[in-house]
């Protein structure tokens, strides 16, 4: 009986650790509210806002996501755009916000697709090599404008393997770089080429556009981010690769030169508390997160989730009823 009453006690003590470690954490953050968004509103210069699951989900917006965004630009705050969907272009990205009623300008968007691009640019990619691509048009638009020669991605979507005895399969020795994105045609060949590359040609890099487990590719459910395609080639070369996109600091870094922002006055506002959250505090920006997205509310209360946001809304547009209210 003493041991069961020990035990009892034991128990009731683990769980009212838990609630108090759960309330640590929520303590951190807080919602925003009449009370403290002037102050944050006042102290931030730009917003960076991710895009899937805070301006839009597939190709329908969220509500109040066009208005807010207005009204930001019609108090003078800055707007960067910043992505890890590698899917598309940044010139495709701003053909998407103007299907979607939003005028944003090329030079207002960070993807990690041209986050690859200026990784290889600013490390002194030799231009004799090529740039092998499991991904979309987007990656290779974008290592095409600054100057690459890049192959794959859509291209090898139909191709096939020949597995026949003392068959060879053969791979261009000039590439010097394997960049990994979203995919959703990614095959048996472009795995096999990708490894071939790494494993094979001396020296050849293995660049992640992000490592994000989900994305929200149509409004209605989440689907199989570029981490899937990642952690393939991971396993099949036993390398990790170099990640440029959320939270990488070289994103962050390269924001800073091209914008010439301080991160004291920024605000990253996001949906995912491992990507967009953690990219903002590892930079020293303020940091909203909005439930819009992959995120909960449940999420954020769990006791074993150490990464919390400065502020914590439904949606950005809380923003723009707050400034009303």
């Not at 149509?218 to 959320?246: L, N, R």
């Amino acid at each position: 009986m003493q041991q069961n009453k020990e035990g009892a006690e034991s128990g009731a003590t683990a769980r009212a650790h838990s609630f108090i470690d759960s309330v640590v954490l929520m303590s951190s953050s807080q919602g925003l509210s009449c009370h403290n968004f002037r102050d944050l509103f006042d102290s931030v210069e730009a917003f960076l806002f991710d895009c899937d699951g805070v301006i839009w989900k597939g190709d329908e917006l969220i509500d109040g996501a066009s208005q807010t965004i207005h009204m930001l630009r019609s108090k003078g705050k800055k707007l960067v755009f910043v992505t890890n969907n590698s899917w598309k272009s940044r010139s495709q990205y701003a053909e998407k916000f103007k299907s979607l009623g939003i005028s944003v300008s090329q030079d207002e968007i960070f993807s990690s697709s041209f986050a690859a691009a200026m990784y290889l640019k600013v490390n002194s990619f030799p231009p004799q090599n090529k740039v092998y691509v499991i991904g979309g048009d987007g990656i290779l638009d974008e290592l095409q404008l600054a100057g690459f020669t890049a192959f794959g991605g859509p291209g090898d979507a139909d191709k096939t393997i020949d597995w026949k005895q003392n068959s060879i399969f053969e791979h261009d020795k000039s590439v010097g770089a394997v960049v990994v994105g979203i995919d959703p045609k990614i095959n048996y060949y472009k795995l096999q080429y990708g490894t071939l590359c790494i494993r094979e040609n001396p020296g050849c890099l293995f660049i992640a556009t992000n490592r994000d487990a989900v994305g929200h590719m149509t409004a209605s459910q989440e689907w199989p981010g570029a981490g899937c395609m990642v952690a393939a080639i991971c396993g099949s070369t036993q390398k990790e690769p170099v990640v440029v996109g959320k939270p990488s600091t070289f994103m962050m870094e390269f924001l800073l030169k091209k914008f010439n922002l301080s991160c004291s006055k920024m605000c990253m506002v996001g949906d995912r508390l491992d990507t967009d959250i953690l990219f903002g505090q590892n930079a020293g920006c303020k940091t909203l997160l909005v439930l819009s997205g992959c995120t909960t509310q449940s999420d954020l209360q769990d006791p074993s989730n150490n990464i919390q946001p400065d502020y914590y809304a439904s949606k950005i547009s809380d923003m723009l009823d707050l400034l009303e209210a």
